[in-house]
């Protein structure tokens, strides 16, 4: 039998944290052929969902998925990800959670593009290489300066993921 990933377990823990402490849980998920989610709302291949009791309905966090109803904009839609596509998930209150490294593109299976996708030509996603200054600035950094910058008070919580 093969081994189950740790992730959905992972998962489950820390949502199970955030409500258990008054927090809302959020994940951030890389959208692909597999992810079904309203893509008027996805920025930059990733979208931010709301997974708290209240925003959910019929919520199933399974080893391999994750599958529940929302409203968007007044409107019901059924959401189905794919676990390896979770990239994060925290409590929007502190930004406490966990991130996972972002599903390769180029091992991921990928489901047969639907019909109307053929037909109307969408856009791929890839990946946007990284400029030659960006390279430079992350690797002149000041020897010692191993502390990263104290969080900003005030504002909402930002999550932040480094790659």
């Not at 959208?31 to 920025?43: A, I, Y």
């Not at 009791?53 to 839609?77: P, Q």
């Not at 180029?106 to 946007?128: I, N, R």
């Amino acid at each position: 039998m093969p081994e189950v990933s740790t992730k959905p377990y992972l998962l489950r823990a820390i949502y199970e944290w955030c409500t258990d402490n008054g927090f809302t849980p959020h994940i951030a998920v890389v959208v692909d052929s597999r992810t079904r989610v309203p893509m008027q709302f996805v920025k930059n291949g990733e979208i931010v969902l709301n997974i708290s009791f209240e925003a959910t309905s019929g919520l199933k966090m399974e080893n391999d998925s994750i599958s529940f109803s929302a409203r968007f904009g007044g409107v019901s839609k059924d959401i189905l990800i794919p676990v390896e596509n979770v990239i994060a998930i925290y409590a929007r209150e502190n930004g406490q959670g966990m991130a996972f490294e972002a599903p390769n593109p180029a091992t991921a299976p990928e489901a047969e593009p639907q019909q109307d996708e053929k037909e109307t030509g969408a856009p791929m996603l890839s990946s946007v290489p990284v400029s030659e200054p960006e390279k430079k600035a992350a690797t002149t950094e000041a020897p010692g300066d191993d502390d990263p910058e104290p969080p900003k008070k005030g504002g909402r919580p930002v999550l932040t993921r480094i790659k």
